[in-house]
């Protein structure tokens, strides 16, 4: 394995695609047709938006680690690294996105062996950019970023994302939904996982668990919420969030609060 791989040189190049993917997608907003769009499955779509914009990313990031491979949701790209790994979702809110609703993110992680050290989460509808590599600060358009001081469950600002398909743990889901309905300032639902993260990150969320959830979701996003001074885990407690699907973030202050909270639905089976 290269020793020589500059994280943060990684990340700003991550950067500065993922703006270009951005402009891209931005330029398309209200201008696909129903021939545009195809389906993957109940309410899991993809364009040609989201494929040129996946192969945009994997042409320019191919050179910055020549050696790395790429995990993309669309799948342009079946390279695998030894040890470097790109994880790409380059349109993360297809749904959003075809209806002309925000948010719609491009996100991009970087991973050496199993571990995360670059992230970016670009929110091209308020043209937020989100970014971080291992051993800096976590930034928004240049302004460094933490995780909200909230340090009751009680008094936070919950997000999470309603399956489209694998609906097997629906009701303890929904039950949940009912029990952070009645005891948290509110539930919030926008249609990116990647999102939701960056805003636990910069404290506009206080939390964020979702299930059935994929790598290029979260990759970026949950790395961001760690840089930013949060927690992340699976359901139990552990670290299986990248690819056991299914994710709990929050500062430190409430995380094993609403951890506990979260397993007493999400752990029964």
């Not at 928004?140 to 009680?154: A, Q």
Request: with cysteine; hydrophobic share 40%.
């Amino acid at each position: 394995m290269s020793e020589a791989i500059d994280h943060q040189k990684a990340c700003e190049a991550a950067v500065q695609v993922a703006r270009e993917a951005g402009k891209y997608i931005i330029s398309h907003i209200n201008r696909i047709s129903s021939k545009d769009i195809q389906t993957k499955g109940r309410s899991n779509f993809v364009t040609e938006i989201d494929r040129t914009a996946e192969s945009m990313i994997i042409e320019t990031l191919a050179p910055v680690i020549p050696e790395a491979g790429f995990i993309a949701e669309e799948g342009t790209s079946e390279k695998k690294g030894a040890h470097y790994n790109w994880i790409v979702d380059p349109l993360d809110g297809t749904t959003n996105f075809i209806h002309g609703a925000p948010p719609v993110s491009v996100s991009i992680a970087l991973m050496m062996d199993n571990q995360i050290v670059a992230g970016v989460v670009h929110e091209i509808w308020h043209n937020e950019l989100f970014y971080s590599w291992k051993g800096g600060n976590a930034y928004l358009n240049d302004r460094k970023i933490h995780v909200s001081e909230v340090d009751k469950v009680k008094e936070s600002l919950i997000a999470t994302g309603f399956p489209y398909e694998n609906f097997d743990r629906i009701i303890p889901f929904m039950k949940s939904i009912d029990y952070f309905f009645q005891n948290t300032h509110g539930v919030r639902r926008l249609g990116s996982a990647a999102a939701d993260l960056a805003y636990v990150a910069c404290g506009r969320y206080d939390g964020f668990y979702e299930y059935n959830l994929k790598p290029w979701d979260v990759a970026a996003g949950a790395f961001l919420v760690l840089q930013a001074g949060g927690m992340v885990s699976d359901f139990r407690g552990g670290n299986d969030y990248l690819f056991g699907r299914e994710i709990v973030a929050s500062n430190k202050n409430v995380f094993n609060a609403f951890l506990h909270d979260v397993g007493t639905f999400m752990n029964q089976r």
